[in-house]
C-alpha cells in the first residue's frame, strides 16, 4: 500500500460526502446528438458539439475522402513529432492560421493545443508585477489558473458588474504598469452574454487592454461564426481574442487573434506554447477543413438559437429557475447531492443530463447544465423539462 493511501482515502470520502465525486464512462458519439453509453442511447445534453460537426457522418466522410497517399503524412498523420518550435509546425497549421487571419481580418493568430493551455499560457506570459487583472468572477477555470501563476495582482469583479470595474479603476489605474479586463463572451456554466461594448468603452477610457475568451462563442455567434465580439460590433476593438475549437469546431485545440507583436511575443514567451508537442497533423487539417463551412452556417446559428428560447420557455412554464441567453442552459437546483440524484433520474429517461457542482460552480449553486446543438430536433427535447419537474420533486 502507498503510503499517499490513507490520506486520499479520506479525502475520497469527503468529497463523496458533500455529493462531489466524479467518475470516468465510456461513451460512443452517434449524430441527431444521440451518444451510446454501455449499449443504451442517450439525448447528449453534456457535449459541447454545438453545431453538431463531430458527429456529422457526411461530413466526417467528406473529409476522409480527400485522403490520397500524396497526403497521408502531411494531412492525415498521427503524430507531430515535437513542439512546433521544433518540427511539429507542420503544413495544415500555416494554412489553419491563414484561415483565421483571414475570417477575422487580423493581422496574426496563433493556435494552442487546448483552451486551457491557451488560457494558462497567454496571463503569465503578458503580465508581471505592477500589473493588474480584472476578471469576471465567474471566469472559467482555466483563465483562474492562468491568473494564478501570474506574478500580477488579480482582483475578480462581480459578476457582469461593469460600474465595479470603473470603480476599481477610476481610483487605482495609475498605480499600475498594465491592466487587463479579463472575461468569457458566454459563460460556461450560467449560459449569459457579456457586454463586450460596455467593456471596449471602459478599457479605452482607462487604458486597459480587454481579454475576451470566446470558447463558447466561436462557430455559434456572429453572422460568420466569429463569435460574440462579431455579434455586438466590438471584434477590431479587442486586443485579446481566444477560441476553442473543441466546442462549435467539433475538434481539439484554441487560438488567439491579436496584432502581430502580440502573436510573436507569445510565441517566444507562452510556455504552454513552447514546451508542449504540436497537434497530430490530421486534427489541425480538420479545423482548416471545418472552418470552410462555419461562415457558411447561419441557418443552424438559427436554429439552435431557436431551440434554446423554445426550451427556456417550457423550463419557465414549469416554474424552474433557469438563466441566460445562449445554447447553454442551466435549471439552478442549489443543493450539490439533490442536482446529482436528479440528473441521475433523468438520464434514465434517456437523456445524458449532468450536474454541475462545486468547485465548477460556487457553493450552493449546482445545476443541470443542459447543452443544446444544431444536430438536435425539438420533438427529442420536448418531452424533457416535465422530466427535469418530476426528477427535482
Not at 449546482?366 to 443544446?372: N, V
Request: contains cysteine.
Amino acid at each position: 500500500m502507498s503510503v499517499l493511501n490513507p490520506q486520499l482515502q479520506q479525502q475520497l470520502e469527503d468529497i463523496t460526502s458533500q455529493g462531489q465525486h466524479r467518475s470516468l464512462v465510456a461513451v460512443t458519439h452517434l449524430d441527431q446528438g444521440m451518444i451510446d453509453i454501455d449499449v443504451r442511447q442517450y439525448l447528449n445534453l453534456a457535449g459541447n458539439d454545438y453545431l453538431g460537426l463531430a458527429t456529422n457522418r457526411e461530413l466526417v466522410a467528406a473529409f476522409y475522402s480527400e485522403q490520397s497517399e500524396a497526403n497521408r503524412l502531411e494531412s492525415f498523420g498521427l503524430g507531430s513529432t515535437a513542439s512546433r518550435l521544433m518540427t511539429g509546425n507542420t503544413l495544415p497549421y500555416a494554412r489553419l492560421e491563414r484561415q483565421l487571419r483571414e475570417l477575422y481580418q487580423a493581422e496574426a493568430v496563433l493556435v494552442f493545443n487546448s483552451g486551457y493551455h491557451i488560457n494558462v499560457g497567454i496571463l503569465p506570459a503578458l503580465t508581471g508585477k505592477g500589473d493588474l487583472i480584472l476578471a469576471d468572477k465567474l471566469c472559467h477555470a482555466s483563465l483562474i489558473d492562468g491568473m494564478r501563476l501570474s506574478r500580477a495582482k488579480v482582483v475578480r469583479y462581480p459578476h457582469l458588474d461593469y460600474a465595479a470595474i470603473e470603480q476599481i479603476l477610476s481610483r487605482d489605474r495609475e498605480k499600475y504598469r498594465q491592466v487587463i479586463i479579463v472575461t468569457e463572451s458566454i459563460f460556461s456554466m450560467d449560459g449569459d452574454t457579456a457586454d463586450l461594448a460596455e467593456l471596449v468603452r471602459i478599457k479605452d477610457t482607462y487604458r486597459a487592454a480587454l481579454y475576451v475568451d470566446e470558447a463558447h462563442g466561436v462557430g455559434i455567434r456572429g453572422e460568420n461564426g466569429c463569435g460574440l465580439a462579431e455579434e455586438q460590433g466590438v471584434l477590431p476593438q479587442v486586443e485579446i481574442l481566444t477560441g476553442t475549437f473543441g466546442k462549435a469546431y467539433g475538434g481539439q485545440g484554441s487560438f488567439v487573434v491579436g496584432t502581430s507583436e502580440l502573436i510573436d511575443y507569445l510565441l517566444n514567451t507562452a510556455r504552454s506554447q513552447i514546451f508542449s508537442t504540436g497537434l497530430p497533423p490530421v486534427s489541425v487539417h480538420w479545423l482548416s477543413f471545418v472552418l470552410r463551412q462555419i461562415p457558411l452556417m447561419r441557418e443552424q446559428r438559427a436554429k439552435v438559437d431557436q431551440l434554446a428560447s423554445r426550451f427556456r420557455d417550457a423550463l419557465r412554464a414549469l416554474d424552474l429557475q433557469t438563466d441566460g441567453s445562449s445554447n447553454i442552459v442551466p435549471v439552478m437546483v442549489g443543493d450539490a447531492a439533490r442536482a446529482v440524484q436528479a440528473a441521475d433520474r433523468i438520464c434514465e429517461a434517456g437523456y445524458w443530463v449532468k450536474a454541475v457542482r462545486p468547485p465548477t460552480v460556487p457553493a450552493g449553486t449546482s445545476r443541470l447544465r443542459l447543452s443544446l446543438n444544431a444536430a438536435m430536433s425539438w420533438e427529442q427535447l420536448a418531452p424533457l423539462p416535465a422530466l427535469i419537474k418530476e426528477a427535482l420533486g
